[in-house]
């Protein structure tokens, strides 16, 4: 419609006049606020409708708002002002920052944010540096400031001082499974390749993390701890300054700009919490267990961070029936052809949502049944769009002889949607790249 339609105000009138007559005043009304028609040319019913419709979405905005005020509050928070963080993305823009940071006796608080790989691919690039000092913020753009580098034809320019940081031994340098950041920085720049070796005045809080008295800690904030489980830097926090942080961003897209307010206040508080951990722990150190010299509880060496939940290998992954080489989903000899996610397009039934929202993630194209749905609605989706239809137990049989033979995978429900997502990916051999990452998602 609005193709053919365009910024036209007498065929936009005359198309809300025709969609009385076929829609329900509601989406009449969407389509009036749409085209943004002044309100005496739209009709009264539509007016009054539209104006309801308003009053609604406010409601639900100031609702959603004051539920993301009441959930703050359970979390860590930000304890210097928004104009306090700086996002940097030129070098002469870093400049200010590298004065402060760049100082003897700093100490500085480091993070790192990378887009998800969701295990798939390789190691991921820094998407953003975060430096915290005591009053300030800094989030560096490693990707544009890398972008200006290469144009300058000089990538020693803007990361020497990130270099001059790492081996400055007069600088204290805190983190939270800093080897495992550092070969990402290597990853991302090949002129700090070499950093894990020249690192000089870094404290682990992960070191620091494995040997905290956990029911010390606890017993000092039992009014404000959250009944939900935590784990990494999060559960320290949450034992040392009584509070969890709010990782509900920790896998968003970071390549992704602008970054969101929300984004913004997740990567500043990610470094700046490491300080306010540092300075409890150094004033009552005894109160965690641990020495009363901190550097005591410090290894030469930064600790990697926890590893998650190792992968499949190609010999781990079973077929869904729980029985490799047995079942619905038996394998031939002869593998598929090598296919991209944006060539393979499913229909998950309304038990397998986890799956398909992380199949999604990954570039996939992506329909799932609505909850209300019949099982069989998979099928009639996959004979009309060309779908391969993924389920799993009693209605994988009815399913099947209703398309294609191939056109239905059984999977296995018993397995968390990563896994499942795995089986699938190996099946129909799809190869997923970094690119394909969130391509869906934008």
């Excluded at 979390?75 to 400049?95: D, V």
């Excluded at 402060?100 to 608080?109: N, S």
């Amino acid at each position: 419609f609005q193709s053919t339609i365009g910024e036209n105000q007498c065929l936009q009138k005359h198309l809300l006049h025709l969609l009385i007559k076929y829609c329900n005043l509601k989406t009449v009304a969407r389509w009036a606020r749409c085209f943004r028609l002044p309100k005496d040319m739209l009709p009264h019913r539509v007016a009054d409708e539209l104006q309801k419709l308003q009053i609604q979405e406010r409601v639900e905005e100031e609702a959603k708002a004051g539920d993301y005020t009441e959930r703050k509050k359970n979390y860590y928070q930000l304890p210097i002002p928004r104009a306090n963080i700086h996002f940097l993305q030129t070098c002469e823009e870093t400049l200010p920052c590298w004065e402060k940071v760049l100082q003897p006796g700093q100490v500085v608080g480091i993070d790192m944010e990378c887009r998800p790989s969701f295990g798939m691919v390789g190691k991921s690039r820094i998407s953003l540096l975060q430096i915290a000092l005591k009053d300030e913020v800094f989030l560096l753009d490693l990707p544009q400031l890398l972008k200006q580098a290469e144009m300058e034809g000089d990538k020693e320019k803007c990361f020497c001082f990130i270099q001059k940081l790492y081996s400055d031994a007069a600088i204290t340098k805190l983190g939270y499974g800093m080897s495992g950041d550092l070969s990402s920085l290597a990853a991302t720049c090949s002129a700090l390749k070499d950093m894990d070796k020249q690192a000089r005045g870094m404290l682990d809080l992960l070191t620091v993390d494995k040997q905290v008295d956990v029911q010390s800690a606890e017993q000092s904030y039992k009014d404000g701890a959250t009944r939900q489980p935590e784990k990494g830097l999060s559960l320290l926090v949450k034992h040392v300054l009584g509070k969890p942080l709010d990782k509900t961003e920790q896998l968003s897209n970071w390549e992704k700009r602008p970054l969101r307010e929300e984004q913004i206040l997740y990567a500043a508080s990610d470094a700046y919490c490491l300080l306010e951990i540092y300075e409890k722990l150094c004033k009552d150190p005894a109160s965690f267990g641990l020495s009363s010299d901190l550097t005591v509880s410090l290894v030469e060496k930064p600790s990697t961070k926890p590893r998650a939940k190792k992968q499949l290998n190609k010999q781990e992954v079973s077929s869904p029936s729980g029985q490799p080489g047995k079942g619905a989903n038996k394998e031939t000899s002869c593998a598929p052809a090598p296919i991209s996610p944006k060539e393979f397009s499913v229909v998950c039934d309304n038990m397998l949502q986890g799956l398909g929202r992380y199949l999604r993630c990954l570039g996939v194209d992506v329909q799932v049944l609505e909850k209300e749905d019949d099982h069989r609605r998979a099928a009639e989706i996959a004979r009309q769009e060309g779908r391969v239809i993924l389920t799993s137990g009693l209605p994988y049989q009815t399913l099947r002889s209703q398309v294609a033979e191939g056109r239905c995978f059984s999977v296995n429900c018993s397995e968390k949607p990563k896994e499942q997502a795995l089986q699938v990916l190996k099946h129909f051999n799809v190869q997923v790249s970094q690119a394909d990452i969130f391509s869906r998602c934008q």
